[in-house]
């Protein structure tokens, strides 16, 4: 079945930036024509939250807290989705998870990526 990896984490200071990455295996090239796609963290002693979305209409959508300093975006030949993060703060520190809901009805996760600024 449809597989998620996260890649791209690692540990930052305060104001820089990071790009992460969540390559799609298994999946036909038209995954993102099928899939709405969607990258979400949890921070230690926090419940999972939304970050950002890409439907397969191209349609984004952030949180509040994340808005004007990340960008998500896909490439849809190599079935691999991309969050950009700028400007990151420390409560940006998180383990980052890339999650895919198409229409076939079936939901898909990544393993996580940590992302830690300090």
């Known amino acids: 079945h449809v597989q998620l990896v996260e890649s791209g984490g690692g540990s930052v200071q305060a104001g820089g930036s990071l790009k992460l990455s969540c390559a799609a295996s298994r999946v036909p090239k038209f995954f993102f024509n099928i899939c709405a796609v969607a990258w979400h963290r949890q921070a230690p002693g926090k419940e999972r939250e939304f970050v950002s979305s890409i439907r397969s209409d191209g349609t984004t959508t952030h949180a509040d807290s994340v808005k004007g300093r990340f960008t998500i975006t896909r490439d849809v030949a190599k079935t691999t989705l991309y969050l950009q993060m700028n400007s990151l703060k420390t409560e940006d520190t998180a383990v980052y998870y890339c999650?895919?809901?198409?229409?076939?009805?079936?939901?898909?996760w990544g393993q996580g990526t940590q992302v830690t600024v300090s």
């Open positions: 999650a895919a809901q198409c229409t076939s009805g079936g939901n898909y």
